[in-house]
């Protein structure tokens, strides 16, 4: 496949190319400016009518070239572009293939895209689809959940965590079996049984209970009434009675009552004391009589004493008589205040009956009060606000009036039950606990298992030892159908290792030791390097030096580095068109050359046009047209003088 000739008639600032017939070796010459690279850029765009995106910089001039180029296929067959298609059509290539392999725009050699374009390459020529391989290898990866693409890789966390639940999963089934073994050793079954039992028997004291204070409020109610309607009798009774004069009358009364008393236990002496009198008065008349018919000196003796005694004795019975006098006079008043008082009788045994009448009703009421006060309280020292009150109290307990009317209130009882209600509750307290702790353990086990097993279902409850059976069986079948899944897929990455393993072979049909890239690269290099190879997984080309070192085709020197890819498109060229040769449009290709590696560049060139490639080659160096000008006048190279934009 060759270019014979070209016309570019307008494009953006070029002049008229003209027709320009083109041969084996075709060296096109211009200064800088002169519309070189627009030339190359017009030919791409009349060669490629469509998929240009791989070239850069390709719309440097708006619009469309006015030109043709006549191409003639390898069976001597010439079509006109773009009239007759795309050079894409003619040569069976893509586009990104004819860039990187005939075309060298901007002096770079260095092929677009390089990893992809080679492995886009070998599966063209070997048939391995190498990008689809490694597609399947990494979705295999991805359906595995493995750690990297082949038959040694084990489950990774970058998808989904998912060897973490893998993980998470067996130590769960782990603490489930722990944790059936605890419910076993503790008799958790049977925790829900004693629960109810002591629930129950909880319910039937707080009845008894109740019925208790149902028969404690009627027992006050009734003694609050009782105790209400009596101390109400006895105000009634004690209506308009001073109490604290009934006191005082009362106490004169004692006072009285103990005069009485003495002066009856003084009677006799009285009896005395008036029989004494009428004998000193007898005595003392007699002595005044002896005096009289004889006044003797022992007479006057007696008739002295006897008037003494007369009135020691008068004085004495006197004073007997005013004490009795004054107890008269002191039970007419106490009579006169009983009367008063409305205590009134004919006698102090009467007045007395009627006061100790007073002071069992005072009894009564304070009996009353203080019964009142000891079940109701009180609001103050006012008896008229407490009547209101213990009236109010008693009123709300009348609804117990006749309830439980058959029990009698025992405290001792109460508090028996109620001991025994709180021996209970802490015995229930301490089976909820560790049914609480059971609970706790069985919602952890639930949240661990959704972590996993949610994305296999609904959310997963645990609230019982079947429930933990369950997630156990979940998460063995988990577990199963993450390694079943994995193993499948090595199984499967097995068979692709040993598949790439033979067809890896065919690779060397481009790069390794005895390929063509290799062959040419010796040749070019004068033998100085002797192999060139590719990684594909790097997708990294590597040289090989006669004295066996490695070397990166980035770590070349710029001369190598040229000569290196240019054996790569001259054997890949050859591969692709099934051992027929091209063309190669250059743009100055060997740019960073000094003269004497470009002199032995071009020879390269021209070893290579003579084996039947087309050599289009562009340049504002005086320096390749000086190489070339022995064979520019010999007529074995092509030199075509580009016209100046501004000429």
């Given at each position: 496949?060759?270019?014979?000739?070209?016309?570019?008639?307008?494009?953006?600032?070029?002049?008229?190319?003209?027709?320009?017939?083109?041969?084996?070796?075709?060296?096109?010459?211009?200064?800088?400016?002169?519309?070189?690279?627009?030339?190359?850029?017009?030919?791409?765009?009349?060669?490629?009518?469509?998929?240009?995106?791989?070239?850069?910089?390709?719309?440097?001039?708006?619009?469309?070239?006015?030109?043709?180029?006549?191409?003639?296929?390898?069976?001597?067959?010439?079509?006109?572009?773009?009239?007759?298609?795309?050079?894409?059509?003619?040569?069976?290539?893509?586009?990104?293939?004819?860039?990187?392999?005939?075309?060298?725009?901007?002096?770079?050699?260095?092929?677009?895209?390089?990893?992809?374009?080679?492995?886009?390459?070998?599966?063209?020529?070997?048939?391995?689809?190498?990008?689809?391989?490694?597609?399947?290898?990494?979705?295999?990866?991805?359906?595995?959940?493995?750690?990297?693409?082949?038959?040694?890789?084990?489950?990774?966390?970058k998808w989904g965590k998912i060897k973490t639940k893998v993980k998470k999963a067996r130590a769960l089934i782990n603490e489930i079996n722990e944790l059936e073994r605890e419910i076993e050793a503790e008799n958790f079954d049977q925790i829900e049984e004693k629960l109810t039992k002591a629930t129950g028997r909880i319910n039937e004291i707080e009845q008894e209970l109740n019925s208790l204070e149902n028969a404690r409020k009627r027992e006050k109610y009734e003694k609050g009434d009782s105790e209400l309607g009596k101390l109400r009798m006895s105000l009634e009774s004690l209506k308009g009675i001073n109490l604290e004069e009934t006191k005082r009358?009362?106490?004169?009364?004692?006072?009285?009552?103990?005069?009485?008393?003495?002066?009856?236990?003084?009677?006799?002496?009285?009896?005395?004391?008036?029989?004494?009198?009428?004998?000193?008065?007898?005595?003392?008349?007699?002595?005044?009589?002896?005096?009289?018919?004889?006044?003797?000196?022992?007479?006057?003796?007696?008739?002295?004493?006897?008037?003494?005694?007369?009135?020691?004795?008068?004085?004495?019975?006197?004073?007997?008589?005013?004490?009795?006098?004054?107890?008269?006079?002191?039970?007419?008043?106490?009579?006169?205040?009983?009367?008063?008082?409305?205590?009134?009788?004919?006698?102090?045994?009467?007045?007395?009956?009627?006061?100790?009448?007073?002071?069992?009703?005072?009894?009564?009421?304070?009996?009353?009060?203080?019964?009142?006060?000891?079940?109701?309280?009180?609001?103050?020292?006012?008896?008229?606000?407490?009547?209101?009150?213990?009236?109010?109290?008693?009123?709300?307990?009348?609804?117990?009036?006749?309830?439980?009317?058959?029990?009698?209130?025992?405290?001792?009882k109460v508090s028996g039950l109620k001991g025994e209600k709180e021996r209970i509750n802490q015995k229930k307290e301490q089976l909820q606990t560790k049914m609480t702790n059971f609970g706790t353990k069985l919602k952890e086990v639930e949240r661990k298992s959704n972590e996993f097993l949610r994305l296999e279902g609904d959310y997963l409850h645990c609230d019982t030892s079947l429930d933990l059976k369950s997630i156990r069986e979940k998460s063995r079948i988990f577990i199963a159908k993450i390694e079943n899944n994995k193993n499948n897929v090595l199984e499967v990455m097995k068979i692709f290792e040993e598949i790439e393993k033979e067809e890896?072979?065919?690779?060397?049909?481009?790069?390794?030791?005895?390929?063509?890239?290799?062959?040419?690269?010796?040749?070019?290099?004068?033998?100085?390097?002797?192999?060139?190879?590719?990684?594909?997984?790097?997708?990294?080309?590597?040289?090989?030096?006669?004295?066996?070192?490695?070397?990166?085709?980035?770590?070349?020197?710029?001369?190598?580095?040229?000569?290196?890819?240019?054996?790569?498109?001259?054997?890949?060229?050859?591969?692709?068109?099934?051992?027929?040769?091209?063309?190669?449009?250059?743009?100055?290709?060997?740019?960073?050359?000094?003269?004497?590696?470009?002199?032995?560049?071009?020879?390269?060139?021209?070893?290579?046009?003579?084996?039947?490639?087309?050599?289009?080659?562009?340049?504002?160096?005086?320096?390749?047209?000086?190489?070339?000008?022995?064979?520019?006048?010999?007529?074995?190279?092509?030199?075509?003088?580009?016209?100046?934009?501004?000429?």
């Amino acid at each position: 496949m060759r270019l014979n000739e070209f016309s570019i008639r307008h494009y953006g600032p070029l002049p008229d190319t003209g027709r320009t017939q083109l041969s084996g070796f075709n060296l096109f010459f211009g200064t800088n400016e002169t519309g070189k690279t627009l030339v190359i850029d017009a030919l791409v765009k009349i060669l490629f009518k469509q998929n240009r995106k791989i070239f850069r910089r390709i719309n440097r001039v708006d619009g469309e070239p006015d030109g043709y180029a006549i191409v003639e296929d390898d069976k001597g067959k010439k079509m006109t572009l773009p009239e007759k298609g795309d050079l894409t059509k003619i040569c069976g290539l893509s586009s990104s293939e004819c860039r990187n392999l005939f075309i060298i725009r901007n002096s770079d050699l260095s092929i677009a895209q390089e990893g992809e374009f080679y492995i886009n390459v070998i599966d063209r020529l070997t048939g391995l689809r190498t990008e689809e391989t490694s597609s399947i290898r990494k979705k295999l990866e991805e359906i595995g959940k493995l750690t990297r693409p082949d038959s040694g890789a084990s489950l990774s966390d970058k998808w989904g965590k998912i060897k973490t639940k893998v993980k998470k999963a067996r130590a769960l089934i782990n603490e489930i079996n722990e944790l059936e073994r605890e419910i076993e050793a503790e008799n958790f079954d049977q925790i829900e049984e004693k629960l109810t039992k002591a629930t129950g028997r909880i319910n039937e004291i707080e009845q008894e209970l109740n019925s208790l204070e149902n028969a404690r409020k009627r027992e006050k109610y009734e003694k609050g009434d009782s105790e209400l309607g009596k101390l109400r009798m006895s105000l009634e009774s004690l209506k308009g009675i001073n109490l604290e004069e009934t006191k005082r009358l009362e106490f004169e009364l004692n006072n009285y009552r103990e005069s009485k008393e003495k002066i009856s236990s003084l009677k006799s002496v009285s009896k005395f004391f008036t029989a004494s009198i009428a004998v000193s008065a007898i005595l003392l008349l007699a002595s005044i009589f002896g005096i009289i018919i004889r006044p003797l000196s022992f007479l006057f003796y007696l008739t002295n004493l006897f008037i003494l005694s007369t009135v020691i004795l008068g004085v004495s019975k006197f004073y007997f008589v005013a004490r009795k006098v004054q107890l008269e006079i002191t039970f007419n008043k106490i009579r006169k205040s009983a009367l008063q008082l409305g205590v009134d009788g004919e006698s102090i045994g009467d007045i007395n009956s009627n006061i100790q009448k007073i002071d069992e009703n005072a009894s009564l009421k304070t009996k009353a009060e203080t019964i009142l006060e000891s079940y109701f309280s009180k609001k103050g020292e006012d008896l008229q606000a407490n009547l209101s009150y213990w009236k109010s109290e008693i009123d709300a307990l009348k609804e117990y009036k006749d309830k439980a009317k058959d029990i009698t209130y025992d405290e001792q009882k109460v508090s028996g039950l109620k001991g025994e209600k709180e021996r209970i509750n802490q015995k229930k307290e301490q089976l909820q606990t560790k049914m609480t702790n059971f609970g706790t353990k069985l919602k952890e086990v639930e949240r661990k298992s959704n972590e996993f097993l949610r994305l296999e279902g609904d959310y997963l409850h645990c609230d019982t030892s079947l429930d933990l059976k369950s997630i156990r069986e979940k998460s063995r079948i988990f577990i199963a159908k993450i390694e079943n899944n994995k193993n499948n897929v090595l199984e499967v990455m097995k068979i692709f290792e040993e598949i790439e393993k033979e067809e890896e072979e065919k690779v060397s049909q481009l790069f390794g030791k005895d390929s063509l890239v290799s062959k040419y690269f010796c040749q070019i290099t004068d033998g100085i390097y002797q192999e060139v190879d590719i990684n594909l997984d790097e997708k990294r080309i590597k040289t090989k030096l006669k004295n066996g070192e490695i070397l990166d085709a980035e770590k070349l020197s710029g001369g190598a580095y040229d000569q290196l890819y240019l054996s790569i498109r001259l054997a890949l060229g050859e591969k692709l068109l099934k051992g027929n040769k091209g063309f190669f449009i250059m743009d100055d290709p060997f740019i960073k050359a000094d003269m004497e590696r470009l002199r032995k560049q071009i020879d390269i060139l021209k070893g290579i046009s003579e084996s039947g490639w087309q050599i289009m080659y562009f340049t504002a160096k005086d320096e390749v047209k000086d190489v070339l000008k022995k064979d520019i006048t010999n007529n074995k190279v092509n030199y075509i003088e580009i016209p100046g934009i501004f000429s």
